[in-house]
């Protein structure tokens, strides 16, 4: 079974810098995986999303994310961050021939001024 | 365009009373349907989920249930509710039946039980 790990629960940025958020996935073929943000109170939506081919991926809002197979690593980053980017933001993977997709536990995103 | 609803978005219910929340979906036909917990700093738990009318798959043993009695309708269910059902409950839809398939999410019910 895949399984995925965001090792930061809350990170603070100044506005204007930059941003890596991390994500490790665990499974044993290529996987599919997403990069979804969610506002206090509110649903999730996609940033971006990963399948094959190049392994950076680009997303909205400004945001980019990065497979890198041999660290089993998918992190999101943001060049240069905005107050409205503040948010919690989930990592998922999915397998093939599996309907189901499985999330990280988050990362709070706090922006100070 | 697909839009999701839910409702209702806030809920406050006494222990032991039954719960009934509803997903509908508009805008595409055949989904696959989803319901999420996420519980304070637990992430995103998946519950139930659904690739057609009457089947559901249960993810998690627990008081609750889920049914799909039509197409674009799905529904979280409960007898009796614990302490431990409070949480966000969000619903989701996919297009197709494989996990590359993006998942679109509702705005969510917010339930807490006293």
């Known amino acids: 079974a895949q399984s995925v790990t965001q090792p930061d629960i809350h990170i603070t940025v100044s506005e204007g810098a930059s941003l890596e958020l991390r994500c490790n996935y665990s499974?044993?073929?290529?996987?599919?995986l997403f990069w979804y943000v969610q506002s206090p109170g509110q649903g999730l939506q996609l940033l971006l999303k990963?399948?094959?081919?190049?392994?950076l991926v680009q997303g909205i809002k400004g945001f980019e994310a990065e497979f890198k197979r041999s660290q089993s690593s998918f992190n999101l980053r943001k060049p240069s961050v905005h107050w409205s980017d503040a948010a919690e933001y989930f990592c998922?993977?999915?397998?093939?021939?599996?309907?189901?997709?499985?999330f990280g536990t988050g990362t709070r995103l706090t922006i100070i001024p | 365009s697909q839009t999701i609803h839910q409702w209702p978005a806030t809920l406050v219910q006494p222990v032991g009373s039954p719960l009934s929340l509803e997903c509908t979906v508009e805008?595409?036909?055949?989904?696959?349907l989803y319901w999420y917990r996420q519980a304070a700093g637990r992430g995103l738990q998946l519950l139930f989920y659904?690739?057609?009318?009457?089947?559901i798959s249960s993810e998690v043993p627990q008081n609750l249930s889920a049914s799909r009695p039509q197409d674009r309708q799905f529904i979280l269910s409960s007898k009796k509710l614990l302490l431990s059902d409070s949480g966000f409950y969000l619903c989701?839809?996919?297009?197709?039946?494989?996990?590359?398939?993006?998942?679109?999410f509702g705005p969510g019910t917010r339930l807490l039980v006293l």
């Open positions: 499974y044993g073929a290529t996987p599919y």
């Open positions: 998922a993977v999915g397998a093939g021939g599996n309907e189901k997709l499985t």
């Open positions: 990963y399948f094959s081919g190049d392994t």
């Open positions: 805008g595409t036909s055949n989904p696959n």
């Open positions: 659904s690739v057609g009318i009457g089947q």
């Open positions: 989701a839809w996919s297009a197709g039946k494989r996990a590359r398939e993006t998942q679109y």
